[in-house]
């Protein structure tokens, strides 16, 4: 493949989604950046450029980029399923994606459903079983804060279990036998339609009938991974069960029928903690700079801002939920996106790109320091807030 660096001291065109931050900082010194729409973004708007850095939302393939000068694309998300990288091995092009970038604040944003779930349906996280299907960046990080908190896991992810060591191996389980074990079922699996495991369509007809009574079935992942007509009909025939997505199969399109049966319905923000988007931001300038033999002149530290609230003094009573709800609530994002859902269709696909775009700060747990009793300290520690003594 030819993927020949541009030359150093040539200034750029870099075409980006307007959506990605931090891209002055990291890429003015580079060249100029052109900031487009990203669902909207056409062939003509790259003939002359250099670079193309996209999000989740565009498509980049051959008709997109044949006959442009375009000689890197970066996506600033973990997925890469919107590109076509086979395209760009044949046009020459270099590639480069921000695997696990936003991995924690996906992380977070399960734990904060299932703790505010915990105390609106009166259980313990602590006494169910957790179904974690796709166990790459987020499953992983998942599977560990959940186990450091005493949650008994199940994990499926057929690719890695079958390139496992036996030992390894032994952990993972099937699909059938997850969801008939699992209490509670998440999904963070790439969105694949081919080879020997593809996960569009997942979870289906065939298969949601295996959910346990009063199962919670959570999608932070991608939006097609679960049939969304199939899972309309399960939810009128279940009511039992407790659904939360993120994702939806026509997104920006959201069923209103579908929403009306979803207990926490967000608008693909699971992922949007500031650190995880100029994290991806960062990765992609790392990674070009990299290609292009150029040296760094910023760090990830230098990009994030210091928090609005840094510490916290919590009583020995307190549990769980009060500190998570201080960074984020799930149900903030839940009211947000049904207030669109009454508007007609084309608008109602723009106000959940605005949703987007207009995300307020969100920070990562690793952002507020807790002072309370070291008794205290494992449960939190484990959810992934620095701890301190009163």
């Known amino acids: 493949m030819n993927t020949k660096p541009i030359e150093k001291q040539q200034r750029l065109k870099i075409v980006a989604d307007e959506n ?4 002055n900082p990291l890429f003015t010194e580079l060249g100029e950046v052109h900031s487009v729409a990203g669902r909207d973004l056409q062939r003509d708007q790259l003939v002359d450029a250099d670079l193309l850095l996209v999000r989740s939302i565009t498509r980049v393939d051959r008709a997109l980029l044949e006959g442009t000068t375009v000689r890197f694309v970066g996506t600033a998300t973990i997925g890469t399923d919107h590109i076509d990288q086979q395209a760009l091995a044949d046009l020459g092009i270099a590639f480069s994606s921000a ?7 996906v992380v977070e944003y399960v734990l904060s459903v299932l703790l505010h779930l915990a105390e609106e349906q009166s259980f313990c996280l602590k006494d ?13 990080r998942l599977q560990a804060r959940l186990e450091q908190l005493g949650v008994s896991v199940r994990l499926c992810d057929p690719p890695r279990q079958q390139d496992a060591t036996a030992d390894q191996a032994a952990a993972f389980c099937s699909l059938s036998q997850l969801l008939e074990e699992a209490d509670i079922v998440t999904l963070h699996t790439p969105l694949t339609r081919q080879g020997a495991y593809p996960t569009h369509h997942l979870i289906n007809a065939d298969n949601l009938s295996l959910l346990r009574a009063n199962a919670i079935l959570i999608n932070a992942g991608r ?13 009128l025939q279940r009511p039992d069960l407790t659904l939360v997505l993120d994702v939806w199969e026509q997104e920006p399109r959201v069923t209103p029928e579908l929403a009306a049966r979803v207990r926490i319905a967000t608008p693909h923000i699971a992922g949007y903690s500031l650190e995880g988007k100029l994290r991806g931001t960062w990765m992609l300038y790392q990674a070009y700079c990299h290609f292009a033999r150029r040296a760094m002149n910023c760090t990830f530290e230098a990009l994030l801002p210091p928090a609005e609230v840094t510490e916290m003094c919590l009583s020995a009573q307190a549990g769980l939920l009060p500190a998570v709800r201080m960074l984020y609530d799930p149900y903030r994002d ?9 508007l007609p269709a084309e608008q109602q696909r723009l106000a959940f790109d605005q949703l987007r775009k207009q ?3 969100r920070r990562e747990f690793s952002s507020l320091t807790l002072r309370l009793s070291e008794a205290q300290h494992t449960d939190f520690k484990a959810l992934g807030f620095p701890v301190t003594h009163q």
Request: charged fraction near 10%; glycine fraction near 12%; hydrophobic fraction near 45%.
């Open 20 to 23: 990605i931050p931090a891209l």
């Open 359 to 361: 995300y307020p700060v």
């Open 223 to 235: 939006g097609p991974v679960i049939d969304n007509q199939a899972l309309l009909t399960c939810s």
């Open 334 to 342: 839940d009211r947000a996106l049904r207030a669109t859902l009454a």
């Open 99 to 105: 695997p696990g970038c936003n991995a924690d604040a």
């Open 128 to 140: 169910r079983v957790v179904g974690i299907v796709g166990v790459g960046n987020v499953g992983s």
